[in-house]
């Protein structure tokens, strides 16, 4: 039998900013094929820990290791990530004036297919390329010519980011609380997304607030985050218990 | 934010911004200089080897005794050293051995450095759109496309060959946008000018090529004094374009240019530069000193003037291309990027002076500063009381790079009339660690990250240059900001 790897293992992570600790002794372990979603309170760590698996430069890794797809990644820049598959949604896409969309999908798209040595996509084969994606997260073309995010809605910068996911057809996508600020029906459009672009060779890492979101994107581990650790791990029932009982009891549990 | 990737940021842009000058070399070549300093025998000595008319060295003449009464501005937000006149070559020139007949029997020395600097001048490899002069150090070198302009009645030339062919033209427009004793560096001009470049379009006549010249600074005591006049008759059009660059040297030259744009009825010139003199080193050492006085006189009605400029070098940088609106309905444009790194500084923008009835002006300016340069935008919109029905727009944006540079905003607007509207719109940004954390997080580097968001920011000037310019222009920044690119 084969042995399956983790794509993603993280042991003993322990991070800081401006020497305030953010991360405790966090391990987690995923495998290709798996959805999982990190839940807690705000300011639990949850945004925080995608960062640092990003790989942003504000943080410092005191102890432990990430490893990614079986080697460590503590030493890798964030765009080395990014190539090697590491994607991040961030909770608040960043707004780029003078720089238009297609331009930048583009710029991104070559990065990656050049550190693969692959061929890069002239603008008119990017367009062909890019137009598919765009009907999976249902985005009308002429957000192609405006500025990244510049004016968009918080609807449309969420269905911007899943764009990218597809795009960059990343291994490991960690989605930072896409869900937010979202109404039924783009909540429906952007699940139905993802839900396209999962497969048994990638792993999604939910981080999220709400329940409602795992209706529509079923997880197969949630996790609770608690001051930069996770207090517990369970199945989707848990989100269920989470959404009627809060947070409250898990941290007495802890105590106990 | 934190102390930590601040530093890693600001390292990372630092050397972005730092890269080596590529048009630094110097040319050895033999010169016809003569001797430092600057009195009235100087002025007539200039003069007297140009071989020029007399009203030229009465003009000159006046235009000294009115720089010996003139101080040096300084409202300007610049600190400009002490500069010592009496130690500046006022000409210098490269010998030539014979009369030359035709470009291809310039020095070959002279034919290298402007095709290192990407100007072809020999007949078999010049551009085929757009007719040069290349002006070097003091004097003009030559003309391409003289001869095929002419059948369009369309002169270009050096302004000291046009001192010689057509000086009825000169007397009656050189002096008259700018006057001699406008200022300080319009004075010394106007006194000590060797070289520049003199258009004139007939009317009726659209220029069939872009007209441009290119300036190199090679001497290194030698000033550069520029002069450039360019008449455009009723109901014709002209494009222009500028390029400088200069050696790099531990101690600074001195550039004081005039330029003079007079549009007669239905006229329209559009004047664009892309100034890259040597900025001086990392520590501000050397670098060009670059006063600059260009005004352009919208005379008829209808007329138009459009600048357009993408200043990346010089140490220090003092300009304000300005437009008159005396005709009424005519109007100006200004478009700006000025970029300043390490120890420049730059204090530039434009004037609007708006007389006639319903004239229009636009003014778009954008700064970037990195490093611990000082950009400053200066403007003035001037609305006469009898300029009824008159509007400008200006807008100044500024983008910071690092923690040590500084920007600023000086706008100054005055309207004596109600009929009259004035828009003003200003911001200042940052590029910041969220942004490129963007970029990186997808995949894209840090070069390829700034080159975007600063092209993105010039977007609304670069459109403003012709063609091939535009892609020069966003090369250059490159080339300044990006380091791998090119």
């Known amino acids: 039998m084969v042995q399956i790897k983790p794509i993603l293992e993280i042991e003993n992570l322990n991070a800081s900013i401006n020497d305030i600790k953010i991360l405790n002794n966090l391990n987690l372990k995923i495998y290709p094929g798996e959805i999982h979603a990190i839940m807690g309170r705000n300011g639990s760590g949850k945004s925080t820990f995608s960062k640092i698996v990003a790989g942003h430069p504000a943080y410092n890794v005191v102890d432990g290791d990430i490893r990614f797809k079986g080697k460590s990644i503590l030493n890798l820049e964030p765009e080395e990530r990014s190539h090697l598959g590491i994607f991040l949604a961030f909770q608040y896409p960043i707004e780029i004036p003078g720089v238009s969309n297609e331009d930048f999908l583009r710029l991104a798209y070559n990065s990656k297919m050049k550190s693969q040595n692959k061929p890069e996509l002239d603008p008119i084969e990017f367009l062909g390329y890019i137009s598919k994606k765009l009907e999976i997260v249902q985005m009308d073309p002429v957000f192609l010519t405006r500025n990244v995010n510049e004016g968009f809605s918080g609807g449309e910068k969420k269905r911007n980011e899943i764009l990218q996911f597809a795009l960059l057809d990343s291994d490991l996508a960690i989605l930072d609380e896409t869900d937010s600020g979202l109404d039924i029906d783009a909540l429906k459009i952007i699940s139905s997304g993802i839900n396209k672009l999962m497969n048994e060779n990638k792993s999604i890492i939910l981080i999220t607030h709400y329940q409602r979101l795992l209706d529509y994107i079923k997880p197969d581990y949630i996790h609770v985050m608690q001051k930069g650790e996770i207090i517990k791990t369970g199945t989707s029932e848990l989100a269920k218990e989470l959404e009627i009982k809060g947070y409250e009891w898990l941290k007495k549990k802890k105590v106990n | 934010m934190t102390e930590k990737s601040n530093k890693v940021l600001d390292n990372n842009l630092t050397k972005l911004v730092n890269q080596p000058y590529k048009y630094g070399f110097s ?87 402007f095709e290192k600097l990407g100007i072809s001048l020999t007949e078999q490899k010049r551009l085929t759109n757009v007719a040069v002069d290349a002006v070097f150090d003091s004097v003009s070198i030559g003309t391409t496309f003289r001869k095929e302009l002419a059948e369009y009645g369309v002169i270009f030339c050096s302004i000291s060959e046009a001192l010689q062919e057509y000086p009825e033209l000169l007397e009656k427009y050189l002096g008259t946008v700018v006057p001699i004793g406008d200022n300080y560096f319009t004075a010394l001009n106007s006194a000590v000018f060797t070289d520049g470049s003199f258009c004139f379009i007939p009317k009726n006549v659209r220029c069939p090529l872009d007209l441009s010249t290119y300036f190199r600074i090679n001497d290194q005591q030698a000033g550069q004094f520029e002069r450039t006049l360019i008449v455009a008759e009723e109901n014709s059009y002209v494009s222009y374009l500028e390029g400088c660059t200069a050696p790099q040297y531990d101690d600074n030259q001195l550039h004081a240019a005039v330029v003079e744009l007079i549009a007669l009825k239905n006229a329209e010139i559009k004047y664009s530069t892309v100034q890259n003199w040597y900025a001086g080193n990392e520590e501000g050492k050397g670098g060009i000193y670059n006063f600059v006085t260009k005004r352009g006189l919208c005379s008829g009605k209808n007329s138009k003037i459009s600048w357009t400029q993408v200043e990346t070098g010089s140490s220090i940088t003092w300009k304000y ?131 975007l968001i600063i092209s993105g920011f010039c977007k609304d000037v670069f459109t403003e240059l012709p063609l091939e310019f535009a892609a020069e222009a966003d090369r250059l920044l490159s080339l300044k900001l990006e380091g791998s690119v090119g």
């Open chain 2, 321 to 451: 291309p300005s437009c008159i609106l005396v005709g009424d309905n005519s109007k100006g444009e200004f478009y700006s990027v000025a970029l300043t790194n390490n120890y420049q500084q730059a204090d530039t923008g434009s004037k609007m002076n708006h007389i006639g009835k319903n004239t229009k002006s636009r003014i778009v300016s954008k700064g970037i500063s990195a490093g611990n340069s000082k950009n400053s935008y200066r403007g003035l919109v001037n609305i006469n009381q009898k300029a009824t029905g008159s509007r400008n727009y200006s807008q100044c944006d500024s983008l910071l790079i690092g923690n040590s540079s500084n920007a600023n905003t000086f706008p100054f607007i005055s309207v004596q009339n109600s009929t009259t509207k004035v828009e003003h719109e200003a911001s200042t940004s940052k590029i910041g660690e969220e942004q490129i954390f963007y970029f990186l997080q997808r995949g894209i580097s840090i070069e390829k990250a700034v080159e």
């Open chain 2, 27 to 113: 040319t050895n070549i033999e010169k016809d200089r003569i001797e430092k300093g600057l009195n009235e025998d100087i002025v007539r000595l200039i003069s007297k080897k140009k071989n020029e008319p007399a009203f030229m060295l009465n003009f000159r003449l006046k235009a000294f005794k009115q720089w010996k009464k003139l101080q040096a501005p300084t409202w300007a937000q610049l600190k400009i050293p002490k500069i010592n006149f009496q130690d500046v070559t006022y000409y210098s020139a490269p010998k030539f051995k014979k009369k030359l007949n035709s470009l291809d029997e310039v020095d070959p020395e002279l034919l290298e450095t």
